[in-house]
């Protein structure tokens, strides 16, 4: 029996694009039918929000919980290199697109997007409010996560463990079976209302360069982290990069780099990080690594609020990338989680994250969140080599020195 072909969710997302764009531009169909698709988008961004500290839980506790001896000092490590690294590269990509933005956000399209239109409601609203705010969900996380994994160390706390493994599979399974399937949708709601009001073609003439200059700014940051790496480990900084390949393609087809941990694994293992540090950064840095995703986060903001003459400052930005490199501990889950996690600290910045350009944040990301997420795991595996080599050249021998220490010879 031949097996049924499946179009990728990538495709899916383009053809949602072009058919939003082409049914909100035909006036005869009568505005109660396109305000359906509407409706759903703000249901699914109402149930995403709702799903977001569920996934912080899910993913961060069990990441965590799986580490063993010496779980403190490797775990602030990463946590250092993978925040220092996302905070970087939010700053990067914010001086960048402050300075080089303005050259084609034109008056006249600004003009434009600002003039008074009339966007589509809701046929209705649902109330769903997150059990746990996002800022909430991550400390609660690192604090069952850290003691779970010290519980297990003195042989305890596998009934704990086993719960938030079982949750973190549960979450999964959402994901995959109603998050991913309704992402289509989704975008096609937002941009049968963006075409509806006619500023989708002024957004979509803006934001292609963009794109441009955000893929960019990653490939040259995964080669500058593959650098720092092979200078630290001695190792070929160009064999490093061949070896990540297969990471960086499976998460063009994935989005997820939850998804793409086995194949990261592999890449590690190509790279000659030993097995237990790879089990554990690789999975770990999957959470909090987000070089990638916060380069397109910031690059899209800082366009958004060219666009629509919005202030733009460092002193209101850099607040607001310090938090989302916090913040988008969530992101692995699903495509766009970083975004969505995002949202609640959108106002930062002056922006309704329920509101239209919080909507436009979501769909603008959401079309090229596959990038995003190849960046962040290449990251990892450069994380990884760094940490191996911090294992193997102190931590691993003051164990080693320790062991061997003679008793006290009794007098």
């Known amino acids: 029996m031949l097996s049924k072909r499946r179009i990728g969710l990538v495709p899916r997302l383009i053809i949602a694009i072009v058919a939003g764009v082409l049914i909100g531009q035909l006036t005869f169909i009568p505005e109660v039918l396109l305000q359906i698709p509407v409706t759903f988008s703000s249901l699914f961004s109402s149930l995403l929000s709702f799903i977001i500290p569920l996934m912080i839980i899910g993913f961060v506790i069990k990441g965590i919980a799986d580490l063993g001896q010496g779980a403190g000092k490797l775990l602030g490590l990463n946590v250092v290199l993978a925040y ?43 109330p769903l409010e997150p059990m746990l705010d996002v800022t909430s969900a991550i400390v609660f996380a690192f604090l069952f996560g850290i003691f779970i994994s010290w519980l297990r160390a003195e042989g305890k706390g596998e009934y704990m463990y086993g719960f938030f493994s079982e949750f973190s599979e549960i979450i999964t399974k959402i994901l995959h079976h109603i998050v991913l399937p309704g992402l289509p949708f989704f975008i096609f709601g937002n941009f049968v209302n963006l075409s509806y009001t006619g500023s989708v073609f002024a957004i979509l003439s803006i934001f292609w360069k963009v794109f441009i200059v955000v893929l960019s700014l990653q490939l040259v940051l995964i080669s500058v982290l593959f650098l720092i790496a092979g200078i630290y480990t001695g190792k070929n900084p160009i064999q490093l990069l061949k070896n990540q390949i297969p990471g960086y393609f499976t ?101 309704d994250p329920t509101g239209m350009l919080g909507n436009l944040l979501i769909t603008l990301y959401l079309t090229q969140d596959s990038f995003g997420t190849a960046a962040n795991v290449s990251g990892d595996n450069a994380i990884a080599l760094i940490i191996d080599k911090v294992y193997t050249k102190y931590i691993l021998k003051e164990w080693t020195s320790y062991a061997e220490v003679p008793e006290e010879t009794p007098l």
Do not use: W
């Open 84 to 126: 220092s690294f996302t905070l970087i590269g939010g700053f990067i990509a914010y001086f960048l697109a402050s300075n080089l933005f303005p050259l084609f956000i034109q008056g006249s399209i600004t003009d434009s997007l600002q003039g008074e239109t009339i966007s589509l409601e809701p046929l209705f609203t649902f």
């Open 251 to 351: 998460a063009l087809g994935t989005q997820s780099s939850a998804a793409t941990i086995p194949v990261n694994l592999e890449c590690a293992k190509n790279n000659g990080v030993s097995k237990e540090i790879r089990e554990f950064v690789i999975p770990l840095s999957a959470t909090i690594h987000l070089t990638g995703s916060i380069v397109t986060i910031t690059s899209c903001v800082t366009a958004v609020l060219l666009m629509y003459d919005m202030p733009y400052g460092f002193g209101i930005m850099s607040g607001f990338i310090a938090t989302l490199g916090v913040a988008m501990v969530a992101a692995p889950g699903a495509p766009g989680g970083a975004v969505m996690s995002a949202l609640p600290f959108l106002p930062m910045i002056g922006i």
